[in-house]
């Protein structure tokens, strides 16, 4: 079946909304945050712990996985949930912005990017079309329409061309998309520009998707450039779609998304932070390597409720850190996913109790003392 | 508590032994592999997953702790257990084998080894009381006394002055050795030599440990002068005590050291085969890069219950070792581990049933097809 997005209680004070996603795979709350599974895993995570930090949908990449191990290989595996045990709802990008990113010696056409793969070099060609066909294969809940995805900042002219090509994009993605049980969502870009993402707001919502993201953003623009991005367009989104933002996984980018309006996050920071030793706390984020954590043996959030702060202390994970142990980094994965999968719970009962807006102070005021 | 070693079923036509070794945390069936937590965390597991897959007695490096994170941390944290959280027995080596292997620039002396740190490259000194005093702190339940480990082959001069030097060592140890609750294991020692493994395995025996090691093993020799490594020295130590083989994981081995008397195994082997990729099966070792696993979508062993092969598949794991990522290593890590704690847990069944040797016969014999 499609996603089916419910509006249940709208915030008194601001545009934050609470609702609910019915999935294939259940029906689970919004704003959610979507822990990032690049190549079909959430690094160093299994799907055990996934569920153990409360994950709903989770995400993974399109064009990592058309060129490892290639859609057809997930497709005989009956799928990305049976390829990679996930018994929950899988989005999947649309492999727009790793070609963007990732691959070299781009060339966009009006058919779509030619690029040399970013593994062995070879000479590929994605299209909006392969991009949908790639997905309804990989078989996920969600699909994301192929769009051009702009570095920032670029100008008014070349992302009014942009905006025009990934409209004729989305429309012949959804044209060629065939697949019952999965969502296709569509894109809204347009840079800083209002004028442009309100076109591109109006002009997607048209075409009529079972779910609109806001993309564009996390790509070098500043933080009150990211907040007009998004204010810009979301006015003209349908009150009864989930609303996506893109790679966007700072807690406080969090709360300014949820105050406007946005259902799903999702960021690869919580995972690439602990890669770094790095974890998120109610204080901020610390730095497990300082010396100062040598001797301290308590948990890296003592409220917290996952694994790594239940049976591990600070001393220990910096000890693994440090001696580049890869259980380190899990742990510190696991803690970083849950603090952001708890903010968004956190965040939907405030909504429900039209206290979003206290949390949302509360939670920035305490949060920024150690990190600006 | 010290340890104490129960022989309950000697095997009618071999030396197999089935017994009890009552620890700090409970009593363990023998014989038993022990998984190795090198630097207090055994590669990529956590020790949820140690005790899902039955682990008895893990080891850890007294080499690698004392460089890092140190002793006297892992002392505040409580000791070793609280430290890496394992509610279960450690053993403890004696960092005598990592001195020999790993550190640059030896000099062996009556009153030790001088060495340089192979992290930094700092000057340091290992004594057969140093390595005491360090394990005492790490507070294991089994410590190892401090040997010389010699490269094989080495002249029969050579061995001989190192077993007297080692024999040396272990007195020194002992009487410094400070920690009621900690087991020290005393390693017999001698090559290939038959009158030094006598000589060395009495003498030994004399001091009165609290179990015995075969040392020396797994250093580049071949199979059959380890298999008489072990029985030059296993008649003269005694039947109450444990006997542990260092460094031996290849499952065809540990038949023929059980079936020579031994009651405990240790190996990095498991996990590093998983590094890069191998995994063990009834059939013998497979390695998932092979191409004929990318569309192999069954377990690696239908009949295994580890949490690899009850929820992924060879296509997958597959996916992930090619990819880099690092569950790939976990998941096999914990194949390898529970097939040889699997293995142990057979022999036992048939050490108890007097049908020790038909079951080496029939796993030999299988597992022999695909490796020889």
């Known amino acids: 079946m499609k996603i089916k997005y419910t509006l249940l209680h709208k915030d008194k004070n601001s545009n934050a909304r609470y609702g609910t996603l019915q999935t294939n795979y259940g029906t689970f709350e919004t704003p959610m945050f979507m822990p990032v599974g690049t190549q079909a895993t959430v690094k160093t995570l299994d799907t055990r712990e996934l569920k153990e930090i409360n994950s709903a949908v989770i995400l993974s990449n399109t064009y990592h996985l058309w060129l490892r191990p290639g859609e057809d290989i997930v497709d005989k595996a009956g799928g990305l949930h049976k390829f990679m045990n996930y018994n929950g709802p899988i989005l999947t990008d649309s ?28 000479n590929l060609l994605l299209t909006p079309e ?4 790639i997905q309804n294969k990989l078989d996920s809940d969600i699909a ?14 070349y992302m009014k061309k942009s905006v025009e090509r990934t409209l004729r994009w989305a429309k012949r993605g959804k044209a060629v998309h065939n697949n019952e ?78 105050l406007r309006g946005i259902d799903m996050f999702d960021c690869v920071l919580p995972t690439r932070l602990a890669r770094h030793g790095h974890a998120f706390t109610l204080d901020g984020k610390i730095n497990l390597k ?21 049976h591990y202390t600070k001393a220990y994970v910096r000890h693994l850190i440090i001696a ?27 909504i429900k109790n039209d206290t979003f807006l206290e949390y949302k102070k509360e939670f920035i005021d305490r949060y920024r003392k150690l990190n600006n």
């Open 290 to 310: 300082n010396a100062k954590y040598k001797e301290d043996f308590t948990p890296i959030d003592n409220e917290c409720d996952c694994e790594c702060c239940k």
């Open 95 to 122: 492999g727009g912005f790793q070609v963007f990113s990732l691959a070299k010696s781009k060339d966009i056409t009006e058919e779509g990017v030619k690029f040399k793969s970013h593994l062995n070099g070879e």
């Open 144 to 157: 994301m329409s192929f769009d051009e995805c702009p570095p920032y900042p670029v100008t008014y002219e």
């Open 130 to 133: 392969k991009s949908i066909q």
């Open 181 to 258: 049980r999965q969502s296709l969502f569509g894109i809204v870009q347009g840079g800083e520009f209002q004028d442009l993402r309100e076109y591109s707001a109006k002009e997607t919502v048209k075409l009529d998707f079972d779910g609109y993201s806001i993309g564009g953003t996390s790509v070098g623009e500043d933080k009150e450039t990211m907040m007009k991005m998004i204010d810009y367009g979301i006015k003209y989104l349908p009150t009864d779609k989930p609303r996506y933002l893109m790679g966007v996984g700072e807690p406080t980018d969090i709360f300014e998304g949820v």
């Open 324 to 350: 580049n142990e890869t259980l380190g980094q899990r742990l510190l994965s696991i803690h970083n996913l849950r603090f952001l999968i708890k903010i968004t719970e956190n965040i939907r009962e405030s």
